[in-house]
């Protein structure tokens, strides 16, 4: 046995080992309120598109038997993705490999990874591609085609799974199939195009999902929040006591949209555009834009400050994996004391830099420029900033979870490309933005006072 070889093979069981024993302490996988509403579906045979349907029509296929089939898919994706990643790479830098696998024992990482969420899925699907793809480009090998069919399988399911997640894969799949930055942006213009126009056909006649209103969130959340801070303009379609209504009560968060639709809250107000059609709603949006751009700004800035968590308080809700799952009566049962204390020990991460996904966008900026996008690692920093800049104008909550994918592929990006070594004027000017974002972020959790820590704090 060569020593390359030998190398490969105790990467190999190490992930296998790590895979087990996740799957051991997890099981039978963490379950949150959108996980209840999916295996509700699946075994109900009844779907929507409140959820990107392919999820449940997935673990319909396991029938009664709980969360536990999707805890092992999504945490075999991700320990496949990490350890070919790891093997890949092995023979020439050992240290990096086992940095790989570190990536998966990040305490908060794994805890949200073991939790039976779309989230999860995407991730895990996502890593797993990249994953097939490293183990042959890491060893400057051409990936073959049965190859690229499965990469194109597991990238499929990924884009389905999280309705923004194309943003992501669009980028990834462009960087890795294409040198030039002319033909990279060409390709991810007509991959995002294609996929938003063909999720729809796909949920709704092949999945046989039925219309759930979800589509009116982000128009509501955004004209809304455009009416709160302008005066009174018939223009944007809602009545002056819907407005006032907005105002009196604060229905618009930053931290996320669900005061608007909770019917204890602000939900009643805007009862009638649950049988608006979303065009026309969106039809208000883009003249409002134009007409209030100052406003939308503030709008949509004031929420990615959250979702980015920048200039946000101490223990900002939605960033610790959760150590209980939802209270049901479908059976789905809950992770043994190992898992709550994993997860426990993740909670005490939130606050730490590695929980802002600014810090992660800021060093995906300087790998992309340091790298010039090219590689492995190139696509990997491509793949995070193209989620993350959807969210300038697509996202309505704040939690963690959305930015798994982009932090764990920034992650294994730095560990792949060493861009800490390379242009030394980007890399001084990363390190000054770095800086800057510690500094502020440090300053915001020291002085802010505490947020609620529950869902009804955080709507009230």
């Given at each position: 046995?060569?020593?390359?070889?030998?190398?490969?093979?105790?990467?190999?069981?190490?992930?296998?080992?790590?895979?087990?024993?996740?799957?051991?302490?997890?099981?039978?996988?963490?379950?949150?309120y959108?996980?209840?509403?999916?295996?509700?579906?699946?075994?109900?045979?009844?779907?929507?598109?409140?959820?990107?349907?392919?999820?449940?029509?997935?673990?319909?296929?396991?029938?009664?038997?709980g969360?536990?089939?999707?805890?092992?898919?999504?945490?075999?994706?991700?320990?496949?993705?990490?350890?070919?990643?790891?093997?890949g790479?092995?023979?020439?830098?050992?240290?990096?490999?086992?940095?790989?696998?570190?990536?998966?024992?990040?305490?908060?990482?794994?805890?949200?990874?073991?939790?039976v969420?779309?989230?999860?899925?995407?991730?895990?699907?996502?890593?797993?591609?990249?994953?097939?793809?490293?183990?042959?480009?890491?060893?400057?090998?051409?990936?073959?085609?049965?190859?690229?069919?499965?990469?194109?399988?597991?990238?499929?399911?990924?884009?389905?799974?999280?309705?923004?997640?194309?943003?992501a894969?669009?980028?990834?799949?462009?960087?890795?199939?294409?040198e030039?930055?002319?033909?990279?942006?060409?390709?991810?213009?007509?991959?995002?195009?294609?996929?938003?126009?063909?999720?729809?056909?796909?949920?709704?006649?092949?999945?046989?999902?039925?219309?759930?209103?979800?589509?009116?969130?982000?128009?509501?959340?955004?004209?809304?929040?455009?009416?709160?801070?302008?005066?009174?303009?018939?223009?944007?379609g809602?009545?002056?006591?819907?407005v006032?209504?907005?105002?009196?009560k604060?229905?618009?968060?930053?931290?996320?949209?669900?005061?608007?639709?909770?019917?204890?809250?602000?939900?009643?107000?805007?009862?009638?555009?649950?049988?608006?059609?979303?065009?026309?709603?969106?039809?208000?949006?883009g003249?409002?834009?134009?007409?209030?751009?100052?406003?939308?700004?503030?709008?949509?800035?004031?929420?990615?400050?959250?979702?980015?968590?920048?200039?946000?308080?101490?223990?900002?809700?939605?960033?610790?994996?959760?150590?209980?799952?939802?209270?049901?009566?479908?059976?789905?049962?809950?992770?043994?004391?190992?898992?709550?204390?994993?997860?426990?020990?993740?909670?005490?991460?939130?606050?730490?830099?590695?929980?802002?996904?600014i810090?992660?966008m800021?060093?995906?900026?300087?790998?992309?420029?340091?790298?010039?996008?090219?590689?492995?690692?190139?696509?990997?920093?491509?793949?995070?900033?193209?989620?993350?800049?959807?969210?300038?104008?697509?996202?309505?909550?704040?939690?963690?979870?959305?930015?798994?994918?982009?932090?764990?592929?920034?992650?294994?990006?730095?560990?792949?490309?060493?861009?800490?070594?390379?242009d030394?004027?980007?890399?001084?000017?990363?390190?000054?933005?770095?800086?800057?974002?510690?500094?502020?972020?440090?300053?915001?959790?020291?002085?802010?006072?505490?947020?609620?820590?529950?869902?009804?704090?955080?709507?009230g």
């Amino acid at each position: 046995m060569t020593r390359a070889l030998s190398h490969r093979l105790r990467i190999f069981v190490a992930a296998l080992i790590l895979f087990g024993l996740s799957v051991i302490v997890f099981a039978p996988g963490y379950v949150e309120y959108d996980s209840l509403g999916q295996y509700a579906q699946a075994l109900s045979g009844q779907y929507d598109d409140w959820h990107p349907p392919v999820m449940a029509r997935l673990w319909s296929v396991f029938g009664r038997s709980g969360a536990m089939p999707m805890l092992v898919l999504q945490l075999a994706a991700w320990w496949l993705g990490l350890g070919a990643l790891a093997m890949g790479i092995v023979d020439r830098r050992p240290r990096a490999a086992l940095a790989i696998l570190a990536v998966g024992l990040v305490p908060p990482w794994l805890g949200w990874q073991a939790t039976v969420l779309k989230d999860a899925q995407m991730t895990g699907a996502t890593l797993a591609a990249v994953g097939l793809v490293g183990w042959w480009r890491l060893r400057e090998r051409s990936v073959p085609r049965g190859g690229w069919a499965v990469v194109a399988l597991l990238l499929s399911y990924a884009a389905l799974v999280r309705a923004n997640a194309i943003f992501a894969i669009a980028p990834l799949v462009a960087m890795l199939v294409a040198e030039r930055w002319s033909r990279r942006i060409i390709l991810t213009v007509v991959l995002t195009i294609t996929t938003l126009a063909l999720a729809p056909i796909v949920n709704h006649r092949l999945l046989a999902a039925s219309p759930s209103g979800v589509a009116r969130s982000q128009a509501l959340y955004d004209l809304a929040g455009i009416a709160a801070r302008v005066p009174y303009d018939p223009r944007l379609g809602l009545s002056p006591t819907e407005v006032a209504g907005i105002r009196a009560k604060a229905c618009v968060r930053p931290f996320f949209w669900d005061p608007l639709g909770e019917p204890t809250r602000c939900g009643t107000l805007l009862r009638r555009f649950e049988t608006t059609p979303p065009g026309m709603i969106y039809a208000r949006l883009g003249p409002a834009i134009l007409r209030h751009p100052v406003a939308y700004a503030a709008q949509r800035l004031a929420h990615l400050n959250s979702t980015w968590r920048l200039w946000v308080p101490a223990r900002w809700p939605n960033a610790n994996p959760p150590e209980a799952s939802e209270p049901n009566d479908l059976g789905l049962g809950q992770p043994g004391r190992v898992a709550v204390t994993w997860q426990h020990m993740a909670g005490k991460w939130v606050d730490l830099p590695v929980m802002w996904p600014i810090v992660w966008m800021v060093l995906a900026a300087g790998g992309l420029a340091v790298t010039r996008g090219r590689g492995l690692a190139g696509a990997l920093f491509g793949s995070a900033l193209g989620l993350e800049a959807s969210f300038l104008v697509i996202s309505v909550a704040s939690d963690f979870r959305y930015h798994l994918w982009p932090v764990v592929a920034c992650a294994l990006g730095l560990i792949l490309a060493k861009p800490w070594l390379g242009d030394r004027r980007i890399v001084l000017t990363t390190l000054g933005a770095l800086i800057l974002v510690l500094l502020i972020g440090g300053i915001a959790r020291a002085t802010l006072p505490l947020p609620p820590q529950s869902y009804e704090g955080m709507l009230g």
